[in-house]
């Protein structure tokens, strides 16, 4: 978990970034507001962050979906623009995957309100690997979400016809903490 920093003070706005683009963040940036940015990072954004030790998380994630030997995994992101988060884990699937020239490695881009798009990719993914054990690694909780609804809409179960393993932003507590959790079935 990135650690804050020194300077960190009672008053301070938490902004959840899930779902911001990157033109709304640019706008908070030229204010003068003092900032903490949850499970987001963005190079030249001069605040705190809380969040995930994005490389380590996307390794473990990888290597469960491994581990319970699944042989063909891809990696979903909405688009990776400048968002740290979603290049470190996709990195870090990267590495893990270049270790296990025996199973496929597939990545893919999605927007979150393109339902038809998403479907479209998921039932393509699913049919290209009949008869493999297949996972999905979500890279964000929101894209999670998209995909087991698309899932359902394709009458594909997951947890039994197709792997789904994503990363889970949990509540902001009463004091301004958050921790990142992994979802697995």
């Known amino acids: 978990m990135s650690r804050p920093k020194r300077s960190f003070a009672p008053g301070r706005a938490t902004i959840n970034a899930v779902g911001m683009r990157e ?5 908070l940036q030229g204010s003068s507001l003092p900032m903490v940015l949850i ?10 962050v809380v969040g995930l030790d994005n490389r380590q998380a996307a390794t473990r994630a990888t ?13 979903l992101s909405e688009p990776l623009t400048t968002v740290n988060t979603r290049i470190e884990r996709l990195q870090a699937f990267r590495a893990c995957m270049a270790d296990q020239p025996h199973l496929l490695a597939e990545e893919a881009e999605a927007l979150l309100n393109d339902g038809d798009g998403l479907s479209a990719l998921l039932d393509d993914c699913h049919r290209r690997h009949r008869g493999m054990r297949k996972a999905i690694l979500s890279a964000n909780g929101a894209l ?39 979802a697995v079935r």
């Open 144 to 182: 999670t979400l998209q995909v087991a609804r698309a899932l359902r809409r394709l009458g594909l179960h997951w947890g039994s016809d197709i792997g789904l393993l994503g990363f889970l932003l949990v509540d902001v507590g009463q004091r301004q903490t958050v921790s990142g959790q992994l």
């Open 39 to 48: 499970d987001r990072k963005i190079s030249d954004f001069a605040c705190d």
């Open 23 to 27: 033109e709304a963040l640019s706008l």
């Open 63 to 75: 290597g469960h979906l491994i581990d319970q030997g699944f042989e063909a995994i891809l990696f």
